[in-house]
């Protein structure tokens, strides 16, 4: 008896020695990741290392289960079970997960950048866990779940902060003579929004219309629509009708 | 009304995990801002740890407690600020709601927290003289240097910050001018080391200036004062002073 | 281009002021501080720039409101508290660029983990500066913000670094060097090169660090 109990408490000590020497080796995995993956990210580098503990402290939990002589096989199985259910329905959790990886680690673009992907243009403002969050041009904010990242090609415009913008301008019933110098003054009046010199592409003089293209090298491409009103505006002042495309 | 408590800090990585943890148990905390004045320890990693904002203050010059105040303030975006010192042995979240309370009640703007411990030498023999001399009604007040306050962020925007010592009792003045509605609040006992004697000087000289420096903008020393009020003292020898002033 | 610089009053304000109107001559300059007095002393230093004064809080009303068509932001506030509060806010508005000008070199890191990506640190040259002047080993020349660039000098006090700096220049397609000797002696061609001499690489981020890691250990 006295024999049993002592086998019993030698196990407990064993398992307790266990479950403590893993939470230390957790603890300083995770602080050790974390400093290691900080260049990808104060909170990347976080999740990573916290899911590397807890990965850590259930080894550490499982063998000291097996240690005390707990039938550990009908919990396993269980706990398959379950894991592959949840990674079965959460199959766009992990896939977006997985995909911020590939972001945080491949940098196909980081935080600021003007990106393209798929039907979705703008500028990046947040790279999240699960997803990420543009600024389109009209000054919506899409979130893009991260796996999308790995469905469509990502074009990164940011090489430069200026991105050189074509308008046309339709100017309805008007001749080439009156409509250039005009089209100069407004560029004229618009360079102090503008990154860089303005260009008149082409005018061109059709039966019943002028069509001018322009381009206009600015940083905020929000601004466009802005730009656009000015120029409807300062054309209107003039008595000269318009229409932008 | 949103509380914003500020920690200024320097080298208490001992305190600052239960002091963060605190000051988020208290009633209307939104955010904890540590500022911290460069530190050598893990402070700022462990604050961070806790959910607190975290900066460096702008300038580490010594002492430089008024520039972590004012890079508290600036930082935050509470409706109410909340100073507390990150070294109290004894905090709780009481220390934080009891100076709130006024505030968010409509009694107050401006509220200096006091607390029972043994009288600080600055206090008794620099500060308290100074101010029945230059300000009277602040007088009253049993703790003017203490660094347990709160205050409505607007107000704080509104007022210069001193860089060293001298903040609490120069933010007292200030807000005291400005026609603040000010009161102080018990906020109980306080386990808080004491600085050492030899540590006081600068302390001292700091709060003198502050002290000094307003009196001399408001236009209440001039010599026509000095005079006056060196009269109504016992005689002591003054030698060439004693025709008065010229 | 629209660029609006907070607190205009600050020693690094001042450089940065000068800085934008000769990068960008004809765009509009917003410069906000929060006094008076400081507006009017800034109206008559910088003529060419629209000066505002706002509370602290207003600040943030402001690019709020201006957001579209703002392009710039920069903070050079004397406070990183304030610096870092209106990067916070402009990055939320999703201005394009923002710019940070820091008074405590302690706080890049702070800034840079809440994702501003550009941070002047105004004290980083005193390291490279004396490097360069006491004639250090190794000094990090710049760091190019927005490409992965790096600029680095070695001194070559050793036969075995030369032999490695001759192999890895030789192989490298991102990576130049310009050698000066200690008469000041300039030439692009490693083979003239001997002990003593100084080489100054450009190249890849990558390239760069792996050599500068390598030298350390020859």
């Not at chain 2, 001399?133 to 709160?150: D, N, V």
């Amino acid at each position: 008896m006295s024999q049993l109990i002592g086998d019993i408490a030698l196990r407990i000590i064993i398992a307790g020695s266990i479950i403590i020497v893993t939470y230390f080796i957790s603890n300083y995995t995770r602080l050790s990741l974390e400093r290691i993956l900080s260049k990808f990210g104060a909170s990347f580098a976080k999740r990573i290392a916290e899911i590397s503990r807890c990965f850590i402290l259930l080894i550490g939990v499982v063998v000291a289960i097996s240690v005390l002589s707990l039938d550990v096989t009908a919990i396993s199985i269980i706990a398959i079970i379950i894991s592959l259910l949840v990674l079965i329905s959460a199959r766009d959790i992990v896939l977006n997960l997985a995909s911020e990886l590939y972001i945080v680690m491949r940098r196909p673009f980081r935080e600021n950048d003007q990106i393209k992907v798929g039907d979705v243009e703008g500028m990046v403002r947040s790279i999240r866990a699960l997803d990420t969050e543009i600024v389109t041009y009209d000054g919506e904010v899409v979130i893009v779940p991260n796996s999308y990242f790995l469905k469509y090609p990502v074009i990164n415009k940011s090489q430069s902060i200026v991105r050189n913008i074509e308008l046309k301008l339709i100017f309805p019933g008007r001749k080439f003579e009156e409509i250039k110098p005009v089209v100069q003054e407004i560029l004229s009046e618009l360079k102090p929004e503008l990154f860089g010199e303005p260009e008149i592409l082409s005018i061109n003089e059709m039966e019943d219309k002028v069509e001018a293209f322009i381009s206009l090298p600015i940083v905020n491409v929000r601004k466009l629509k802005w730009l656009a009103a000015k120029i409807t505006k300062s054309l209107l002042s003039r008595g000269i009708e318009v229409e932008i495309e | 009304m949103d509380v914003s408590v500020i920690f200024p800090s320097k080298n208490r990585e001992c305190y600052i995990k239960r002091a963060v943890k605190t000051a988020f148990k208290a009633k209307h905390v939104t955010e904890v801002i540590v500022v911290d004045g460069g530190s050598r320890d893990r402070t700022i990693e462990l604050a961070k740890r806790m959910g607190a904002k975290v900066i460096v203050q702008s300038d580490l010059t010594y002492p430089g407690k008024g520039i972590a105040m004012r890079d508290g303030a600036y930082l935050s975006r509470g409706d109410v600020l909340v100073y507390l010192d990150v070294d109290i042995r004894n905090l709780t979240p009481d220390f934080v709601e009891k100076l709130t309370e006024p505030i968010i009640n409509g009694e107050a703007e401006f509220v200096k927290g006091c607390f029972e411990r043994a009288a600080g030498r600055v206090t008794e023999l620099v500060a308290k003289p100074l101010l029945r001399m230059f300000y009277p009604k602040l007088a009253r007040f049993k703790q003017p240097l203490s660094g347990e306050i709160a205050g409505l962020r607007k107000l704080f925007y509104k007022v210069n910050f001193e860089r060293g010592w001298g903040v609490d009792v120069g933010l007292l003045i200030d807000f005291y001018k400005l026609g603040v509605r000010i009161v102080e609040r018990d906020i109980g006992y306080k386990d808080h080391d004491m600085k050492p004697l030899y540590a006081l000087t600068d302390m001292a000289y700091e709060v003198a200036t502050a002290i000094l420096k307003r009196a001399v903008k408001d236009h209440i020393i001039d010599a026509q004062w000095a005079e006056r009020y060196l009269k109504d003292v016992k005689k002591l020898d003054f030698g060439e002073f004693e025709e008065g002033f010229a | 281009m629209r660029t609006v610089l907070i607190g205009g009053g600050s020693h690094s304000a001042y450089f940065a002021i000068n800085a934008v109107r000769e990068i960008d001559p004809y765009g509009r300059l917003v410069v906000i501080e929060f006094t008076s007095e400081k507006v009017d002393v800034l109206s008559r230093m910088f003529p060419f720039a629209e000066l505002i004064r706002l509370d602290i809080d207003e600040v943030d009303s402001y690019v709020r409101s201006n957001s579209s068509i703002i392009d710039v932001v920069i903070t050079a506030t004397e406070s990183d508290a304030l610096n870092l509060r209106y990067c916070k806010m402009s990055k939320e508005n999703a201005i394009p660029i923002i710019i940070s000008i820091i008074n405590n070199p302690l706080n890049a890191k702070i800034f840079a983990d809440e994702g501003i990506t550009y941070v002047i640190n105004p004290y980083d040259f005193i390291h490279r500066e004396l490097a360069e002047i006491l004639e250090a080993d190794v000094n990090i020349l710049y760091r190019f913000h927005k490409t992965d660039i790096l600029l680095a000098s070695i001194k070559i006090s050793k036969d075995a670094l030369l032999h490695y700096l001759r192999k890895e220049i030789g192989k490298s397609h991102d990576l130049s060097a310009i050698f000066v000797s200690k008469t000041g002696e300039v030439t692009n061609s490693i083979d003239k090169v001997g002990l003593g001499w100084k080489a100054y690489l450009i190249g890849t981020r990558l390239t760069v660090e792996q050599i500068l890691k390598n030298v350390r250990w020859l």
